[in-house]
């Protein structure tokens, strides 16, 4: 088992982000056909009130109707975060924000994935690395 980070400091100092392959959108559906369907290949899947959320990628979304006028792509944070750290969201988001760049922030059990947009990808990826520098320089 991995060592699991828990405070702040030590899941923003070894986030490590990283880019991963491929676009993505977020689209939603009530069709639970639709769903049966893409949830095997989506990278994400939520149930709300409203429908199913889905992470799909761009092709799969396209091919299915869905608007893909707003790719993404995904940055994955390599630290073992613990499910209950505080700060590590709101670092990084709050980080990209003071930059203009938008983002969706979705945990997962192992890692926490930032999804923004392709064209601000590069530069968001240098903000990140720029941030944990400056909390590994704080051990």
Do not use: W
């Not at 977020?26 to 769903?35: R, S, Y």
């Not at 299915?64 to 995904?74: E, K, N």
């Amino acid at each position: 088992m991995p060592d699991i980070a828990h405070s702040a400091q030590d899941m923003i100092a070894g986030m490590t982000p990283r880019r991963t392959a491929g676009e993505y959108v977020f689209a939603t559906t009530d069709d639970p056909a639709l769903v049966r369907d893409l949830a095997p290949q989506a990278q994400g899947v939520f149930a709300e009130a409203e429908g199913t959320s889905m992470i799909l990628p761009v092709d799969l979304a396209a091919k299915a109707g869905f608007d893909v006028t707003a790719p993404m792509h995904c940055i994955t944070l390599a630290v073992y975060s613990a499910l209950d750290g505080v700060g590590l969201t709101a670092a990084v988001a709050g980080a990209l924000a003071q930059h203009g760049i938008p983002c969706n922030m979705v945990a997962a059990f192992h890692h926490d994935h930032v999804f923004v947009p392709v064209a601000s990808s590069a530069y968001a990826i240098e903000i990140l690395q720029a941030l944990q520098k400056r909390y590994i320089t704080k051990r």
